[in-house]
């Protein structure tokens, strides 16, 4: 049974966010309210929320989109490496890089393209922030609202404008997600940070190099940084590194879960794998917008 402070936490949770979500049907841009079962706009637009908590603001174009985001299998099997540890040397370096940042129960977080949930959970829970999740996977959302009701979950496209008013949010974290320049500007508050983990070089090398021999590495934060420096100043950057002994089934995981899942399908290299040690490298940029 929860104690009494959790089940008005919860029940605060549910109704009364101080971050403003906008209508995402076009041409309305009405203030949705949160409420218990739904969220609804003066002009009556309405979108139920899932048992779990989740609301998914996907427009009917978009859900028919090509790629609707990461599997439920991706999802699963990006929690089984979470299961493994394998994101606690990032989550501890996000939460060192934001404790100078001073968040609060008044600070609003939205983490852009949060899959389930990982980080965001742990940013919220350390810090009492109030969470935003947007991914446009219904999977990955679904698992984040189950597994982590203290922070709030939307399913929405955040490639495109997301359903949130300019100015909403005092930080903004992607965390080998999505790059969004202009809309990452409007919704950050004046004096807000955004800080963006992009795989750093040497990120996953031996499973590179065990599944597809040597790939030339490609420079993802000189990339990211050129993408934003026209609206965003660099603050600060680390590089984030550790290394994990995977036997054959957490490597088949950690390629499935993680961004290259995407790109290669590798399969049948994954049989030939016996256990390996892994870098999992990152880099971690913080911006603050000009
Ligand atoms: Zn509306």
Same mark, same amino acid.
């Given at each position: 049974?929860?104690?009494?402070?959790?089940?008005?936490?919860?029940?605060?949770?549910?109704?009364?966010?101080?971050?403003?979500?906008?209508?995402?049907?076009?041409?309305?841009?009405?203030?949705? +309210?949160?409420?218990?079962?739904?969220?609804?706009?003066?002009?009556?637009?309405?979108?139920?929320?899932?048992?779990?908590?989740?609301?998914?603001?996907?427009?009917?174009?978009?859900?028919?989109?090509?790629?609707?985001?990461?599997?439920?299998?991706?999802?699963?099997?990006?929690?089984?490496?979470?299961?493994?540890?394998?994101?606690?040397?990032?989550?501890?370096?996000?939460?060192?890089?934001?404790?100078?940042?001073?968040?609060?129960?008044?600070?609003?977080?939205?983490?852009?393209?949060?899959?389930?949930?990982?980080?965001?959970?742990?940013?919220?829970?350390?810090?009492?922030?109030?969470?935003?999740?947007?991914? +446009?996977?219904?999977?990955?959302?679904?698992?984040?609202?189950?597994?982590?009701? +203290?922070?709030?979950?939307?399913?929405?496209?955040?490639?495109?404008?997301?359903?949130?008013?300019?100015?909403?949010?005092?930080?903004?974290?992607? +965390?080998?997600?999505?790059?969004?320049?202009?809309?990452?500007?409007?919704?950050?508050?004046?004096?807000?940070?955004?800080?963006?983990?992009?795989?750093?070089?040497?990120?996953?090398?031996?499973?590179?190099?065990?599944?597809?021999?040597?790939?030339?590495?490609?420079?993802?934060?000189?990339?990211?940084?050129?993408?934003?420096?026209?609206?965003?100043?660099?603050?600060?950057?680390?590089?984030?590194?550790?290394?994990?002994?995977?036997?054959?089934?957490?490597?088949?995981?950690?390629?499935?879960?993680?961004?290259?899942?995407?790109?290669?399908?590798?399969?049948?290299?994954?049989?030939?794998?016996?256990?390996?040690?892994?870098?999992?490298?990152?880099?971690?940029?913080?911006?603050?917008?000009?």
């Amino acid at each position: 049974m929860p104690l009494e402070s959790e089940t008005h936490l919860s029940e605060s949770l549910r109704t009364h966010p101080r971050a403003s979500l906008v209508c995402p049907v076009r041409g309305c841009s009405g203030t949705l +309210i949160w409420e218990s079962s739904q969220a609804i706009c003066p002009q009556g637009h309405r979108f139920d929320r899932a048992k779990s908590g989740y609301c998914n603001l996907l427009q009917v174009q978009e859900r028919k989109a090509k790629r609707p985001g990461d599997s439920k299998a991706a999802v699963q099997a990006r929690r089984r490496s979470l299961a493994r540890g394998l994101g606690v040397a990032l989550r501890d370096a996000l939460i060192a890089r934001v404790e100078a940042w001073a968040l609060s129960a008044e600070t609003l977080v939205l983490d852009a393209g949060c899959g389930e949930g990982y980080f965001l959970e742990a940013l919220c829970s350390r810090f009492g922030c109030e969470g935003w999740g947007v991914d +446009i996977s219904t999977a990955a959302i679904e698992a984040a609202a189950r597994a982590y009701p +203290i922070a709030r979950w939307v399913v929405a496209n955040a490639d495109r404008p997301m359903p949130f008013a300019a100015g909403c949010f005092d930080l903004i974290t992607s +965390i080998t997600a999505r790059k969004n320049p202009l809309e990452f500007r409007r919704l950050l508050a004046p004096g807000g940070h955004l800080l963006m983990a992009v795989a750093h070089e040497d990120d996953q090398r031996e499973l590179r190099g065990a599944l597809f021999g040597e790939l030339p590495d490609s420079d993802r934060a000189g990339a990211t940084v050129t993408a934003f420096e026209s609206l965003f100043d660099l603050e600060d950057e680390q590089v984030v590194c550790s290394r994990a002994v995977l036997d054959p089934m957490g490597l088949k995981d950690l390629l499935l879960g993680s961004y290259r899942g995407e790109r290669f399908s590798a399969q049948e290299g994954l049989a030939e794998l016996r256990t390996l040690e892994v870098t999992l490298s990152y880099r971690l940029l913080s911006f603050r917008p000009r």
